[in-house]
């Protein structure tokens, strides 16, 4: 295998200095940092598009914006979210910037093909969002179930599925990258045991990426068909099947959850052992849960049908599969516990943000196996209870996963710190705002509120005004977080190669790091966590009963 | 220490357990209980609930604990221990959970069972024994005006699915962008509102014209997509007199928020004299039931 050097193009066609962040760069680092930056930049469009939606919600008529409006607001809302803001930032973003330092590599395996990925972004965004001022777009949700999706204006749809397409397309690019890198540019000396978590989570998420999205691809395909040449595969009236898209939709779509997730868990394995002072606990049962994680989440799509027309024996087999995916990641979580357990906890807010995760998504995880229940999934099914649940996921899980890592790597991306107290108001308006808006919708679906609604019963106007000015807390929270990523590069205090004092590779070189990541050769990393003072050395007067004990199972 | 931290640890277990349980039974988050599977259910909800506050409680006691007892005191500049797994705890801790969510399954599908959610499972074995009426059956409740009516040789789940009661009430329920439309083939009634009679199971035979709807009574804890092309059928019995809404929850177009509907449950003498003022055929032909026995 040839592997191309970003030097190849360095001195000849690419430009230097800032420029290079908008250029074709072969440079993983410069790749990575694009995909953040941009997935940022439709962060806040999808949340100006939720904070539509929660300015309707606030009272319990459609008067803020028409009833076709709110669908198109609802649609961009979900897809922009999902495929432009968590997919490309959890995979593209951390997955380019860290994978080649853990694996002590120059660059990606592919890197045209990563630039590529990339530049199919831009164009799918605008694409999508641009729709929505020229032709109108889709209005038929995130889902684009069918007959709706065939029977709304056809020119947003295509563009929708066109977009989506391109997405997915640059998903698909990314995983096989991930998965050639991780298993082929591995550092000679580096055994797939030694690699820091979040690679295990990045092959992981990449198998499921790589299985999964070409199936969302041929049924988008297929609805295309449908709206654009009149063929049948979902139209009733043609003779098709409607249950069959939902199949195929959510063969893709629960995957999803976890390509969403996966990297977060990653991300989090390396936050908390460095800010911990301390190994990261049960390594082995990390990795095996990830993988478990992965073939269970393949064989669980259906527990989003259980109102659809689905036989009684499939909704029992998705109700166990589904409630068994608790067991590996309660592993994962049992084990973040243990690895803060007895640690000296540095409370930044790469810390808080960490905890806070494990908190929300626990939260989110409860009422997700509680879902997966068929009776119980029956009454809050398409409901608030869902759109609760499923925030209380992906923001309260990945996208709090996402700000932490931002406190994190800041300083290897820019060479500088951020600001330690706007970070920390960061946090406090964020986990207050997000509790205090998602929170009461449990209650609002189980007492009868269906979601995508842009009217509802006036008995719950209360509840949705709370939630609502928790959004606009949300929205708040944003502004000491950009005021201090866009200041402290600047004049921020100098942060030095490695200020947290970590052993990963990405801070055994300079911040942020050269061309090629180290100067000399790759250092070889074989203890990614070896942090801590072995009990060997405890001070033999201090020790308890426990610490020693505790200790029983070290490797 | 002057407590064994393992007597503490034991105590602080046993609360939380208690107080989960506690919290479980007393929890009143959900609307009116009016249909004969709503208390099924909300006992359902009530163990899911106590689990949930136990494990979640627990989690964040935890999380909350290690931050301020674990937390770096200024100038200290040192490491935690160096443990890196322990055997034991993790197949605890992997036992735990899987054990909880056994039980959790098993009991749901207890309660789905209650529920009625497996009958079709016996249905479909029926279909195949007596096929002739069975065609009859769908023939009657999916409509001759039906442009769809070609699957209609298997009825696709739903909870409750053709329950062999004599005394069924059938009605026929199409729904539309935006509207729900209630037809009652016994009175030959077709109305905008679903009147039932208290305590009598009612048998909806559901088939959309357009998109997907969902047919959803929160205070029945019962919901069914109505399906284009895949006739539907959802059985419940109310036990409560009183008006609830029905909501359309899947999302079916611009007005989708707007389309609801009122169920009225009422006590059976009331629901008769609604019959006989609405139903356009005699009086006569309503008492003497029309219902298949399938």
Redesign the interface.
Known sequence: MTVASPNDFQESLQPQGWLRYFSFSLDHKVIGLQYLVTGFIFYFIGGALAGVIRAELASPI?DFV???T??EVLTLHGTVMIFLWIVPVVNGGFGNYLIPFYVGARDMAFPRLNAVAFWMIPPAGILLIGSYFITGSA???WTA?P??SI??PALGQVVWIVSVLLLGGSSIFGGINFIATILKLRRPGLKLMQLPMYCWAMLGTSILVVLSTPVLAGTLLLLSFDIVAHTGFFN??M?????VYQHLFWFYSHPAVYIMVLPAFGLVSEILPIH??????????MVYSIMAIVVLGLVVWAHHMF???????M??FF??AT??I??PT??K???W??T????????NSAMLFS?AF??NF??GG??G??LA????D??V???YFVVGHFHYIVYGGTVFVIFASIYHWYPKFTGRMLNEDLGRLHFLLTFIGFNLCFAPQH?LG???M????????PSFTTLNQISSVGALLMAISSLPFLYNVLVSAFRGRVAGDNPWNALTPEWLTSSPPPVENWVGEAPLVEHP???????DT?SVAAA?G??LW?????? | MPIPSALVTLLVGMALVLSGLWVGYNVNVLPLDASANAPVYDALFRVLFSIGTILFVGIVGLVLFSLVRFRRRAGDITDGQAIEGNLLLEIVWTAIPAIVVLFVGLYSYDIYERMGGMSSLNDHAAMHRMAPTETETMEASVGAGSAVSAPAARVWGGIGVAADDVNVLPVEVTAMQFAFIFHYPDGDITSGELHVPNGRPVELRMKANDVIHAFWVPQFRIKQDVIPGQPTVLTFTPTKSGSYPIVCAELCGPYHGGMRSTVVVHEPDAYDAWFEKNSPLAATVASASLTPTA
């Open positions: 459609s028409g009833r076709e709110y669908n209005q038929s949700g179930y007959p709706l029977t709304t009733p009236a003779g098709g099947n409607v249950v911990s002072r301390k190994p990261l606990f049960g390594y082995t049962t109102t659809s027309g689905t036989p009684p024996w909704r029992l109700t166990i409630s068994f608790a067991v309660g592993i979580f049992f084990n516990l243990a803060l357990w007895g640690g000296k906890l540095a409370l905890c494990i908190v626990v939260f409860i009422t196996v509680a229940q068929v009776p119980f029956i009454h099914h398409d409901t209650w189980l007492n009868g269906p979601r995508r609604v842009a009217e509802y019963d966590y070896g942090y801590g003072v072995p009990e405890l308890t426990r610490d505790s200790g029983a199972g070290r490797r």
